[in-house]
């Protein structure tokens, strides 16, 4: 009942930016920390900046100073501005959001932290 997209992936030159985009929707009762991970050929996946509810960011020593990342908490929303992009940051980027579910009860409805939750994945590619 929870599901995350992504958009705003696409083929960039090197120095170019793209603003990635993921909405979670579904049965939320509140997300504590929402990021963002990538994943290219042949390799692990791994972070590459994170988001909590409060705002605190932790980014990746390889993307610091040119990747930005923010969150609407409003819309469930968490976004990836991505600046002076450089062919090694071409990657499948997935979406992730640790979240407490709303479940009904018979006399109301609680919230149980502790859910994780992938997107689908946007392709990123930077080249020439």
């Known amino acids: 009942q929870v599901q995350l997209v992504e958009s705003g992936g696409g083929l960039v030159q090197p120095g170019g930016s793209l603003r990635l985009s993921c909405a979670a929707s579904g049965d939320i009762f509140s997300i504590n920390t929402m990021g963002w991970y990538r994943q290219a050929p042949g390799k692990q996946r791994e972070l590459v900046s994170t988001i909590t509810s409060s705002g605190s960011t932790n980014y990746a020593d390889s993307v610091k100073g040119r990747f930005t990342i923010s969150r609407t908490n409003a819309k469930n929303t968490v976004y990836l501005q991505m600046n002076s992009l450089k062919p090694e940051d071409t990657a499948v980027y997935y979406c992730?959001?640790?979240?407490?579910?709303?479940?009904?009860?018979?006399?109301?409805?609680?919230?149980?932290?502790?859910?994780?939750?992938w997107g689908q994945g946007t392709q990123v590619t930077v080249s020439s």
């Open positions: 992730n959001a640790d979240l407490s579910r709303r479940f009904r009860t018979g006399w109301g409805t609680t919230a149980v932290p502790g859910w994780d939750y």
